[in-house]
């Protein structure tokens, strides 16, 4: 999911999906899939046996899959063999199986964790959770699909994209930087578990599916904000650091993605022991183990996010905007799969020289 915390976060891909025109669009392209996934659903129902875990999420996974291919394509407006030949295997690998089928799963596992809070449980009631499953997930990976391909459109058309959204700018961060993330992840994964493992030792209340629930996100969720600030790089105190960001953009934050995410991988794990693996009560060591994955994961994905804000920052400083609209500088600085400013600046000086002893020869 952190492709849709990155569409939402990092400015340069939030101001290009919410304009007007696109988001329009996509209201439609969300309908569609949804209404299409509704009737495949009653004309599957009778022949395939839904209140099987297995079924309801292969068959999840595949609408979603053809749904992600149908609305990339729809975000990329490009035919399909363009879309093979510019964008490349692997990057449709990733559309179709990662946003498409592995999303879709993991967000009908949370359909259901969230419902049988709710106390419509998928075992005593699999018809209405099964279809809200898939008809959420559905929707859901339509709209990020179709996100994900109007910015790569943008992408090709030479427009400043600074950080796709397809994970490769993580894996830079974890190859160079493995030590400042992990100085977050495990006193995060830490701090999580013991604080979860003592709500429920104070008793049933605490162990209760809802008091966990309330107790990891709004831990994981505030080490998120923390791991955020840290990764922007903000000089002093950390209360002058909190009061230079702002509270009500801090507020924000915390609340989505932090507390809002936070909640949605504790549901999807607890979907997942709960109907994969028809664990009935959770113990204490997996209450602990979920809550400290959650909290490490979160602690990751904020350092992440305000690191690659702050190479965006930094990048439009060195670098005007009408120069970062030029394709050719746009494929230097995506090649750098990180980019810092000063190695951005040192090329750009390396080309003007390459050039001018050219126009010399």
Not at 22 to 29: A, M, S
Request: charged share 15%; proline share 5%; glycine share 10%.
């Amino acid at each position: 999911m952190l492709h849709r915390m990155a569409l939402r976060v990092l400015p340069s891909l939030t101001l290009a999906v919410t304009e007007g025109a696109v988001r329009q669009r996509k209201r439609l392209v969300m309908l569609l899939p949804g209404l299409v996934a509704f009737f495949l659903y009653r004309i599957v129902k009778p022949v395939m046996p839904v209140d099987e875990i297995g079924t309801l999420l292969a068959m999840s996974g595949v609408i979603c899959l053809v749904t992600a291919a149908w609305a990339y394509r729809v975000g990329r407006d490009a035919p399909a063999a363009a879309l093979w030949q510019d964008d490349g295997l692997r990057r449709l690998i990733w559309v179709l199986g990662w946003v498409g089928f592995i999303y879709g799963v993991q967000l009908s596992l949370m359909v259901l964790a969230l419902l049988k809070l709710a106390h419509y449980d998928y075992r005593l009631h699999p018809e209405g959770p099964a279809m809200m499953a898939v008809i959420i997930a559905c929707t859901s990976v339509a709209r990020d699909a179709f996100e994900i391909g109007y910015v790569r459109r943008l992408q090709r058309r030479g427009e400043p994209v600074l950080t796709f959204p397809d994970g490769a700018a993580l894996r830079a961060l974890l190859r160079e930087r493995a030590g400042a993330v992990l100085r977050w992840m495990l006193p995060a994964m830490t701090v999580g578990a013991l604080l979860a493992g003592g709500a429920a030792w104070i008793g049933a209340g605490g162990r209760s599916p809802l008091s966990q629930l309330a107790v990891v996100s709004v831990v994981a969720g505030s080490l998120t904000v923390l791991a955020y600030l840290a990764g922007d790089q903000r000089s002093g105190s950390w209360s002058a650091v909190m009061t230079t960001a702002g509270w009500p953009a801090l507020f924000r934050f915390w609340w989505w993605p932090g507390l809002a995410f936070a909640a949605t991988y504790y549901l999807t794990l607890d979907g997942l022991l709960s109907y994969v693996f028809r664990l009935e009560a959770l113990s204490l060591v997996y209450l602990m183990g979920m809550a400290g994955i959650v909290a490490g994961l979160m602690a990751m994905y904020g350092y992440y996010l305000g690191y690659r804000r702050h190479v965006e920052d930094q990048v439009k400083q060195v670098v005007p905007d009408s120069l970062l609209r030029c394709p050719f500088v746009m494929g230097i600085l995506s090649k750098t799969g990180n980019p810092q400013p000063a190695a951005i600046g040192q090329q750009l000086q390396k080309l003007g020289a390459d050039g001018l002893q050219g126009r010399r020869g």
